[in-house]
């Protein structure tokens, strides 16, 4: 097939996902848009309390992204029973991992002053990260169940049933923020309490599906509490775990930048919150990109189509950096307006439009590297490239940030001038890796 081709079959499988991504990240989008009225010191808040749960969500979700490898394979194949088990095996492993991941990170809320912020946001972190982690509990497990269903070419029905729950979050963050229809008004906790009921509607409207949906009882579990296979979990956790660490290695990267922020006072927190906001809605774009594209050269693989895969790949690259330009253009220009949508302090939108200058320069570099680090993984590449993510962003990225942000005195422009030096050099190293897995004499072969 032509690049062309192979671009239009990428698109038709990544609109829906996409979509589903930005209604996913249009939830911190409201909550900063909304906590912003409030003041800049809840903005101080979200950006400590997101710092810290960032990592352990996005460690849960690089996990789970074995599901998609795993249900995309069976589906090649027409293996019911394997994409039965795929799913099945990935919601205990979120189930597990949500309320582990809850217990641990709600000690840290016993010594919240060990992070060195302003006193002021440390008193109001607390009860507000509790309740953020627990919805990471049925945020995780709906994860489970949507990665199952992308993979098997029926994104649409997820997409719907995310996007309802991102317009219950919106109204409930109205009524229990601000005290309407009889609601006390609960500021900062009510966006928590809001987040946590949205995850929790969102994962029963999985469940609903997957029993009721046209065409997917024979790839949905019959049993679900079924005693999980050992071994399975175990190649489960082969291909999640190394790929978790190749995507905390980035997002705790932007995690202690958000730290850093502290050192700057609580402007530089809530610019730092409006711009990440702004590059992560923007980066849900490669990112339903690259979850597509990763689902292709799965099935492709496991369907034995190997000489298709660099197709896919060049296409896919292609179609990353379109979107990544446009992006940039955007935040080039308009980084004002948009920082002023969030919040009215002027010395806070200022800040934030000299940030997204560089966020705009290194969607470039966002782009290539998650779409490359995908499909890496969907060969069961995912060692090397976890190893190329503690490199680039801990070895790289994090000492030049401090670098520039403390001795050359940027401050908070110099933190986000480090992260996009760690970004660069993920995808000057990934894509070659990946160009090479490729070959056409080893498209079908697999690393040890």
């Not at 019959?222 to 999640?240: A, C, E, Q, T």
């Not at 978790?244 to 930048?257: H, I, R, T």
Request: proline share 4%; charged share 10%.
């Amino acid at each position: 097939m032509s690049l062309i081709s192979e671009s239009r079959l990428t698109l038709k499988l990544a609109f829906p996902l996409v979509i589903g991504q930005v209604s996913q990240m249009l939830l911190g989008v409201a909550d900063t848009m909304m906590i912003g009225r409030l003041g800049v010191t809840e903005m101080a808040v979200l950006t400590f309390a997101n710092s810290l749960f960032y990592v352990p969500f996005v460690f849960g979700i690089g996990i789970l992204t074995s599901i998609s490898v795993f249900t995309a394979g069976a589906r090649g194949s027409a293996d019911h029973a394997a994409g039965r088990a795929s799913c099945r095996h990935g919601l205990y492993v979120a189930t597990v991992l949500g309320i582990l991941l809850f217990l641990f990170m709600s000690l840290l809320t016993l010594n919240l002053g060990a992070f060195g912020q302003p006193q002021d946001v440390v008193e109001k972190t607390g009860s507000y990260f509790r309740i953020i982690m627990a919805s990471l509990v049925p945020g995780l497990m709906s994860m489970a169940l949507k990665n199952h269903a992308d993979a098997l070419n029926r994104p649409w029905p997820p997409f719907w049933i995310f996007l309802c729950g991102v317009a219950l979050n919106i109204f409930l963050n109205w009524v229990m923020i601000f005290g309407k229809l009889g609601c006390p008004a609960l500021g900062l906790e009510g966006a928590a309490w809001a987040t946590f009921i949205s995850r929790t509607a969102i994962l029963v409207g999985m469940f609903v599906w997957l029993y009721r949906g046209k065409g997917m009882r024979e790839w949905t579990p019959f049993h679900w509490f079924k005693p999980p296979v050992l071994s399975d979990i175990k190649r489960f956790l082969g291909i999640g775990f190394p790929a978790s660490l190749q995507m905390v290695c980035e997002v705790s990267a932007f995690s202690l930048a958000g730290l850093m922020m502290g050192q700057f006072g609580k402007t530089a927190m809530a610019a730092h919150q409006v711009a990440l906001m702004c590059a992560a809605t923007a980066f849900m774009v490669p990112l339903g990109l690259s979850m597509a594209l990763g689902v292709r050269i799965a099935s492709a693989n496991g369907a034995g189509q190997g000489l298709r895969l660099r197709k896919i790949i060049v296409s896919g690259w292609w179609l990353g950096v379109g979107w990544a330009a446009i992006g940039a253009l955007f935040f080039l220009l308009l980084g004002s307006w948009v920082s002023s949508l969030f919040i009215s302090e002027a010395p806070v939108i200022e800040l934030a439009a000299k940030i997204l200058i560089v966020v705009g320069v290194f969607q470039i570099f966002d782009s290539l590297q998650i779409c490359s680090v995908s499909m890496l993984r969907s060969l069961h590449d995912t060692r090397v490239p976890a190893m190329i993510g503690f490199f680039a962003y801990w070895i790289v990225g994090l000492p030049v940030a401090v670098l520039l942000s403390l001795k050359f005195d940027f401050g908070a422009v110099g933190v986000w001038c480090g992260l996009a030096t760690g970004l660069l050099i993920a995808s000057i190293t990934l894509g070659p890796r990946l160009w090479k897995m490729t070959a056409p004499k080893a498209a079908s072969t697999r690393p040890a």
